[in-house]
């Protein structure tokens, strides 16, 4: 009986320890919409000229879900068409990982800095995404 109710221990602490993180993958705090602005400095660019290298759009934050809205514009680097895509993400670390599915991982951002109403991303090495609420 003892080994039963040890067992029966395990198991409750052990779920209960996969749904906190779970929640913690997906903080709370990332949760609604967030303005976005993505910069990328022109000496990256040698040689093109007549091009704007800021793009604005929307990160909308959900448990289950995040959705990405670029507004591309002529003459813009990032892209000339808006752009919109849904997809799961988490938070690990220092990082910010958007999966499109388990098996087709998505775009990874590291989290330079981060307050209640300010997160600045950075995307390979010279890509800034800066998110304010």
């Known amino acids: ?16 320890s996969s749904s906190n993180e779970k929640a913690n993958l997906r903080p709370a ?3 609604g919409k967030w303005v976005a602005e993505w910069e990328t400095p022109p000496e990256s660019y040698p040689g093109i000229e007549d091009m704007e290298f800021y793009m604005d759009g929307s990160f909308v934050f959900t448990p289950d879900s995040l ?3 670029a507004n ?3 003459d813009c680097i990032f892209n000339v068409d808006t752009l ?3 997809q799961s993400w988490y938070v690990s670390s220092d990082t ?3 999966v499109n599915d388990p098996e087709s991982p998505g775009m990874t951002y590291r989290i330079s ?3 209640n109403n300010r997160i600045t991303l950075q995307l390979m090495e010279d890509i800034f995404v800066t998110l304010t609420k």
Do not use: N
Not at 1 to 16: G, P, R
């Open 29 to 31: 705090e990332w949760h």
């Open 84 to 86: 919109s895509h849904t």
């Open 113 to 115: 800095t981060m307050s």
């Open 96 to 98: 910010l990982f958007l």
């Open 1 to 16: 009986m003892k080994k039963l109710q040890i067992i029966l221990l395990i198991i409750a602490c052990s779920c209960s």
């Open 72 to 74: 591309g514009y002529p």
């Open 67 to 69: 959705t990405v809205t």
